[in-house]
T-cell receptor
Framework: ETGVTQSPTHLIKTRGQQVTLRCSSQ?????VSWYQQALGQGPQFIFQ???????GRGNFPPRFSGLQFPNYSSELNVNALELDDSALYLC??????????????FGPGTRLLVL | GQQVMQIPQYQHVQEGEDFTTYCNSS?????IQWYKQRPGGHPVFLIQ?????EVKKQKRLTFQFGEAKKNSSLHITATQTTDVGTYFC?????????FGQGTRLTINP
């Protein structure tokens, strides 16, 4: 059974740029969620995708957007990067009916630094 | 707003001492989940509690869900150096999972 994978592991961008982060779900999982974790804080829910549609969203601006593909892999896109976007971005997959908020299986994360 | 609060924020213990972290929600939860994140790692699921007053044990770890389903606790008996990390609780609010800020546990061997 393959776990959740994310790429890249680290990324450095400058303010104003755009970034795309990628995630492959654990085999058999139909729901993917993205979280932002600032240093010393808990993961903050960005959004969740179920069957290729956004199924829930946290308090993040529209410049944070995502996609889920038919194979349940996912992308997180962030436009117009700001310094405060520097964080660990975690993808988590889960198996749920109608995109429920069940056990989250986290990937190793992408550490983004915005200069 | 929808909040999950954890206390304490930090806890340092001697190896062999017990450790407890507490989690409080602003509203009643359908379930509560606990995760552990080792330094430099990612959160790993520990357990989910669903029933009012539920108590579950995993070896030296004891998890409780309050009668009102608004609070929870994690107790570790006789800590070991492998217990080092940050422990998070998380609760579902409508269509998002809200994590507490975590309790960071450090242990003196």
């Amino acid at each position: 059974e393959t776990g959740v994978t994310q790429s890249p592991t680290h990324l450095i961008k400058t303010r104003g740029q755009q970034v795309t982060l990628r995630c492959s779900s654990q085999s058999g999982h139909n729901t993917v969620s993205w979280y932002q974790q600032a240093l010393g804080q808990g993961p903050q829910f960005i959004f969740q995708y179920y069957r290729e549609e956004e199924n829930g969203r946290g308090n993040f601006p529209p410049r944070f957007s995502g996609l889920q593909f038919p194979n349940y892999s996912s992308e997180l896109n962030v436009n117009a990067l700001e310094l405060d976007d520097s964080a660990l971005y975690l993808c988590a997959s889960s198996l749920g009916l109608a995109g429920g908020l069940g056990t989250q299986y986290f990937g190793p994360g992408t550490r983004l630094l915005v200069l | 707003g929808q909040q999950v609060m954890q206390i304490p924020q930090y806890q340092h213990v001697q190896e062999g001492e017990d450790f407890t972290t507490y989690c409080n929600s602003s509203t009643t939860l359908s379930n509560i989940q606990w995760y552990k994140q080792r330094p430099g790692g990612h959160p790993v699921f520990l357990i989910q509690l669903v029933k009012s007053g539920e108590v579950k044990k995993q070896k030296r770890l004891t998890f409780q869900f309050g009668e009102a389903k608004k609070n929870s606790s994690l107790h570790i008996t006789a800590t070991q150096t492998t217990d080092v990390g940050t422990y998070f609780c998380a609760g579902p609010f409508v269509k998002k999972l809200v994590f507490g800020q975590g309790t960071r546990l450090t242990i003196n061997p």
